[in-house]
């Protein structure tokens, strides 16, 4: 019944990283919450055969529960011997102004990283077995960073008004709130220091936030990418094409920080929670950002998808490698900016990588060509066209790997590969849910799961990384 109080121990995480327990009968998910948790929750949602809660005291905590160092972390009272204190109906850490909204990013702060890293480990293994009916396959232990804050390379911050000034920072979870940040320790500090001073200057100029009830104002996002040599690009993300106060912002910034490699404008007209627009201005300096990954170089245009963890990256494709092994081919499919090819092209006669995006294609044949690899062809086309236009050589022994988007590939694609028959296919995943999937799919179709081995790309949130190797069987 919604507003009861009820006692409740945390049994497991979930999926999507809240708690889950267990009370009269019903499963109930409780976000902010750990394994071994006993807890005073409030139900805030009843359905028939599961409920929400929040939580509003915390009687004892899991042995795995640390205090969380960043201060826009959900924060609760825990019991003391004088009776509880009063939690913010709002969720977060009060202060002399009230309440604190929660920031909606790094949920997960609250645990400790090694009971992080065994969870996501769990998840993977628990996730195949019910979605994708794979029992008796084994997950390693997940691969976590030695050092796990700061490690972003991207942050792109939605720009507001709280009625007295502009704000920019990230969504309370759930809404479209502006928390405002004035620090996030998963960001470089340099990317941290340039925001804010964008920030200030456009306040101090006089430009209006782009408010989304109304369609009205100006700058809608503070983008920006580094990368581990300390250099970064900063992107406007604006409602309209023109930059009032321009000649005024932009030096300021240049001279400030050399770092910046590059200041741009992306203009965004529509009215939709889509971030990026079509159109592209230069304002100053180089349009890519340059990053290096162990012994390559990668040029990235501004609007490019790259992993935003760039250590863990290495790692991510160093499994990859390993599960390659090496060949005659190699198909990368959704490549990107060509990265997984590129890395594995020492290991192949060839390499080839298919992604609908041109822009990305070109920087994929940039970065072939900066790095002296010539065995790498990359075609601009969706990865069902691309498979459907052609056949099976049974003259070559040929290996896949697929890195697609959160949905996961979409059936043709998983057909297609079914037919194809490579020797060796190697599915890179962000989304247990839609790996589980589609690797039932593929069990189906002559393959058998060899190795899973989760990543942690994403340290102090419930996001996971999975590099799963499959053989033909027969």
């Given amino acids: 019944m919604p507003g009861s109080r009820v006692t409740l121990n945390i049994d497991r995480l979930s999926l999507g990283g809240e708690g889950v327990g267990r009370t009269g009968g019903m499963v109930v998910f409780v976000p902010y919450t750990a394994p071994g948790d006993t807890l005073e929750i409030e139900i805030t949602d009843s359905r028939k055969s599961f409920g929400r809660a929040r939580i509003t005291r915390i009687l004892k905590p899991s042995p795995d529960r640390i205090e969380a160092p960043c201060p826009y972390h959900f924060q609760v009272p825990r019991a003391e011997a004088t009776g509880p204190r009063p939690i913010s109906p709002l969720g977060a850490r009060g202060s002399a102004l009230g309440p604190r909204l929660a920031c909606g990013g790094c949920t997960w702060q609250h645990l400790t990283y090694p009971a992080q890293l065994k969870t996501k480990q769990e998840l993977v293994k628990e996730t195949l077995e019910r979605i994708g009916g794979l029992r008796g396959v084994t997950v390693k232990p997940t691969l976590g960073m030695q050092d796990p804050w700061r490690y972003r390379n991207k942050v792109q911050q939605p720009v507001g008004w709280d009625g007295k000034r502009l704000i920019s920072g990230f969504y309370a979870e759930g809404s479209h709130d502006i928390i405002p940040i004035e620090d996030c320790l998963v960001q470089p500090e340099l990317s941290v220091k340039i925001i804010n001073r964008a920030k200030a200057l456009l306040e101090e100029h006089g430009l209006r936030a782009y408010d989304p009830r109304r369609h009205q104002g100006w700058i809608r996002h503070l983008l920006l990418r580094s990368s581990q040599a300390g250099k970064a690009i900063l992107i406007f993300v604006t409602r309209s094409p023109e930059f009032p106060q321009e000649s005024k912002?932009?030096?300021?910034?240049?001279?400030?920080?050399?770092?910046?490699?590059?200041?741009?404008?992306?203009?965004?007209?529509?009215?939709?929670?889509?971030?990026?627009?079509?159109?592209?201005?230069?304002?100053?300096?180089?349009?890519?950002?340059?990053?290096?990954?162990?012994?390559?170089?990668?040029?990235?245009?501004?609007?490019?998808?790259f992993q935003v963890n760039s250590p863990q990256a290495e790692v991510l494709y160093n499994v990859v490698k390993t599960m390659a092994g090496s060949g005659d081919r190699l198909l990368d499919l959704y490549t990107g900016v060509g990265t997984i090819a590129l890395w594995l092209s020492d290991r192949f006669q060839e390499v080839g990588g298919v992604e609908e995006n041109p822009a990305a294609i070109r920087d994929a044949e940039t970065n072939a060509e900066i790095n002296n690899i010539d065995n790498a062809r990359f075609i601009a086309q969706s990865s069902e066209a691309f498979l459907g236009g052609i056949s099976r050589d049974t003259r070559h022994n040929l290996t896949v790997v697929v890195d697609p988007p959160r949905a996961g590939c979409t059936p043709a694609v998983l057909k297609s590969l079914a037919a194809l028959r490579p020797?060796?296919?190697?599915?890179?995943?962000?989304?247990?849910?839609?790996?589980?999937?589609?690797?039932?799919?593929?069990?189906?179709?002559?393959?058998?799961?060899?190795?899973?081995?989760?990543?942690?790309?994403?340290?102090?949130?419930?996001?996971?990384?999975?590099?799963?190797?499959?053989?033909?069987?027969?």
């Avoid at 201005?281 to 501004?302: A, C, T, V």
């Avoid at 962000?430 to 060899?450: E, I, Q, W």
């Fill in 423 to 474: 020797s060796s296919l190697i599915y890179v995943s962000c989304d247990p849910g839609t790996l589980a999937r589609d690797l039932a799919f593929l069990s189906k179709s002559g393959y058998r799961v060899l190795e899973v081995q989760p990543v942690d790309l994403f340290p102090h949130t419930p996001h996971i990384e999975t590099v799963v190797k499959l053989a033909r069987v027969g």
């Fill in 249 to 305: 912002i932009i030096p300021v910034l240049m001279r400030e920080f050399p770092e910046l490699s590059g200041i741009h404008q992306n203009t965004q007209p529509a009215r939709t929670n889509v971030i990026l627009g079509r159109e592209w201005r230069r304002i100053y300096g180089q349009d890519y950002l340059e990053e290096r990954l162990g012994p390559l170089k990668f040029r990235l245009s501004s609007g490019a998808f």
